[in-house]
C-alpha cells in the first residue's frame, strides 16, 4: 500500500509515451510527448532522466507499466526500462493489462462490455466483460483483428448468449458499429494516468509476463 512513497506509471502507445506519478493515492504529475517514431525507447529515457531530476529514485516504491498486448519492441523495451529503473532497489515492478486502463475508467457497473482498443494502424484487440460480485470478469478469450470483424463478432456474441445490448468502451472510434441497435459505444483515453488508476483499481499484478500483439498469440491465448 502506497503511503508517503511514491508510485511511478510509464505507458506507451502508437502516438505518444507518458509518466505519472502518484502519492497517497492521487495523481502528482504527468508529462506526455507525442511521438509517431516505432521506436520509443529514446523518447520514455528522456522523459524519465527529467524526472528524476526532480524526484530521487530512491523516493519511489512501485513502478507500474502496462504488459500489452501490444508490439514486440515496444513491449519489450518498456520491461527493460522498468526492470532498469528498479535494478538493486526495494521498488517492486508491477504490471497492469491495456484491457484494465479501459475498465478502470467505467462508471456503469451492469451489463455485457466490449474492451476495445487499437494497438496498430488496421488492428484492433477486444475481449468481453461482465460485472458481478463487485468486479469486471473476462468472459471470452482476446480476440484480434479489423473493424470489421469487430461487428461481426459483436452480432455471434449477442445472439450466441441471447443479448440485448452490449457496451462497448474504446480507445479509438469505431464507425462501423453506429448502426448497431443493440451497441452503445463510448470513448476513453488512456495514458499514464490510466496505468495509474488501475493501480489504484488494484489490478496491478506482480508480473512482467508480455502479452504481443500477434494475431495468432490473441486467438490462442486468455489473460
Known amino acids: 500500500m502506497v503511503c508517503n512513497m511514491l508510485s511511478l506509471s510509464i505507458f506507451s502507445s502508437s502516438k505518444s509515451v507518458s509518466l505519472a506519478i502518484s502519492k497517497e493515492k492521487k495523481i502528482i504529475k504527468f508529462i506526455e510527448k507525442n511521438d509517431n517514431q516505432k521506436n520509443k525507447s529514446n523518447t520514455l529515457l528522456v522523459l524519465i532522466q527529467n524526472i528524476l531530476k526532480e524526484y530521487e529514485l530512491g523516493l519511489f516504491e512501485n513502478i507500474i507499466f502496462s504488459r500489452g498486448p501490444g508490439g514486440f519492441t515496444s513491449i519489450r523495451s518498456l520491461i527493460a526500462i522498468s526492470q532498469g529503473l528498479c535494478l538493486n532497489s526495494n521498488i517492486k515492478l508491477l504490471s497492469v493489462t491495456t484491457f484494465e486502463l479501459l475498465l478502470c475508467q467505467l462508471t456503469h457497473k451492469e451489463g455485457i462490455t466490449l474492451i476495445c482498443f487499437k494497438e496498430s494502424r488496421r488492428d484492433f484487440y477486444y475481449q468481453f466483460y461482465i460485472y458481478e460480485g463487485g ?18 463478432k459483436i452480432i455471434l456474441f449477442s445472439k450466441k448468449n441471447n443479448l440485448q445490448k452490449i457496451n462497448v468502451v474504446t480507445d479509438s472510434l469505431v464507425y462501423n458499429l453506429d448502426n448497431l441497435l443493440e451497441v452503445s459505444c463510448k470513448r476513453l483515453d488512456v495514458d499514464a494516468t490510466s496505468v495509474m488508476k488501475s493501480f489504484f483499481f488494484g489490478y496491478a499484478k506482480n508480473t512482467i509476463r508480455p502479452i504481443y500483439h500477434h494475431p495468432h498469440y490473441a486467438k490462442r491465448n486468455t489473460i
Open 135 to 152: 468486479e469486471w470478469k473476462k468472459i471470452s478469450k482476446i480476440f484480434s483483428g479489423l473493424q470489421d470483424e469487430i461487428k461481426k
